[in-house]
């Protein structure tokens, strides 16, 4: 069983789609004639540093998922199901032909301009704190301004609020084994701060008509696939709900073992920045297997195997994956216990923790 993927707003980079602008020449000019402007010029060259800018980044990005999705069809099969990331979302119901390329284009622009009007907000990711401990240091410390947006794997969630209070968060963070990443944008994207726009988007989307969907595709804000009398609903509160994105991959996940099978996770579009969170998901996901099956945890497994590690191999050491292909692996901390039982350490570059028993010395 396979699922496509679609990236959203932060994947975005200059030269994203390369020949695929000169492959698929009708849809370009239709894309230009909608957006008033050269998106093979504003990806490729971005002269006037725009990429960036919400307005221009999200049917930047629709296109490029696009025309990645026309590509991959040339040669292979349509999934069995589908999912997107926040902006991405548009890209999987494209894919389950609810809507044509230009009719989610536009939705995708009149997004793009409403979230672009937006200042005032701020968004940080938080690594290794669950969303009750992040709840209850944001409570603790009156920060009531901040919401919690994306659940992106078990241990790494994104708060979006006013600039000012995800600011003041961010010493709150970095305690322990929390880490705390700011994330480049004006507008604090999927929390209650998005009301005003959502209402503007939910009108704009009332003009278009939507056809029941061909193939499943997952939801940001229920986790679960989309009821074909509902998109209207959760295309608009998308952008105040946020993106349940760990648990929608453990539910396809659940969903292929149910039947006998595996899911495959495949990202169509620009970079791999979802096939990694998929990893993480997929490693911090516990495996539920005959209990006859499994030997019981011996008590101070996680310490020791830390203290095992640590005397052994300094921070810098070079290592391999024994579950997945990753090239340039490089130790960037001592070996950790997290959340009382995993023993882990952080990788550098990869910029996240693997467990000990996932990697060896390269």
Same mark, same amino acid.
């Given at each position: ?78 999934? %069995?199901?589908?999912?997107?990331? /926040?902006? =991405?979302?548009?890209? *999987?119901? +494209?894919? #389950?032909?609810?809507?044509?390329? $230009? ?9 793009? %301009?409403?979230?672009?009007?937006? /200042?005032? =907000?701020?968004?940080? *990711?938080? +690594?290794? #704190?669950?969303?009750?401990?992040? $709840? ?227």
């Amino acid at each position: 069983m396979k699922t496509y993927m679609f990236p959203g707003q932060g994947a975005q980079a200059k030269g994203m789609g390369g020949t695929l602008f000169d492959e698929f020449q009708d849809l370009t000019r239709k894309a230009d004639a909608i957006l008033g402007y050269s998106i093979k010029e504003l990806c490729l060259e971005d002269p006037r540093t725009e990429l960036n800018r919400t307005q221009f980044t999200q049917p930047a990005l629709y296109v490029v998922n696009a025309l990645s999705y026309y590509k991959k069809l040339s040669d292979t099969a349509k999934p %069995e199901f589908l999912a997107g990331h /926040s902006l =991405g979302e548009f890209n *999987a119901l +494209l894919a #389950a032909e609810c809507f044509d390329f $230009e009719t989610g284009l536009t939705l995708v622009q009149k997004r793009g %301009e409403l979230m672009g009007q937006v /200042s005032g =907000g701020g968004m940080a *990711a938080i +690594l290794n #704190a669950s969303k009750e401990e992040i $709840e209850g240091i944001l409570s603790r410390n009156g920060l009531t301004q901040v919401d919690l947006a994306n659940y992106n794997t078990p241990s790494q969630i994104v708060i979006s609020g006013l600039a000012d209070e995800v600011a003041k968060a961010q010493p709150l963070f970095q305690t322990g084994m929390m880490l705390y990443y700011p994330l480049n944008t004006s507008g604090a994207f999927h929390s209650r701060f998005m009301h005003a726009v959502k209402e503007q988007f939910r009108e704009f989307l009332a003009t278009c008509k939507f056809a029941d969907l061909k193939i499943p595709v997952i939801s940001n804000v229920t986790a679960r696939p989309y009821e074909n009398a509902a998109i209207l609903e959760n295309l608009a509160n998308q952008m105040v709900s946020g993106v349940r994105w760990s648990e929608s991959i453990q539910y396809l996940m659940a969903l292929g073992t149910e039947r006998g099978d595996t899911m495959q996770f495949e990202e169509v579009g620009y970079g791999d920045v979802l096939t990694r969170l998929a990893q993480t998901i997929r490693r911090q996901t516990p495996v539920k297997k005959p209990e006859m099956s499994v030997a019981p945890s011996k008590p101070g497994a996680a310490p020791e195997k830390v203290s095992a590690w640590n005397k052994k191999h300094p921070i810098g050491t070079r290592v391999k994956s024994l579950i997945a292909d990753y090239a340039n692996l490089e130790t960037r901390t001592e070996a950790v216990v997290l959340f009382g039982h995993r023993a882990a350490v952080y990788m550098k570059g990869y910029n996240g923790y693997f467990d000990l028993d996932e990697i060896a010395p390269a």
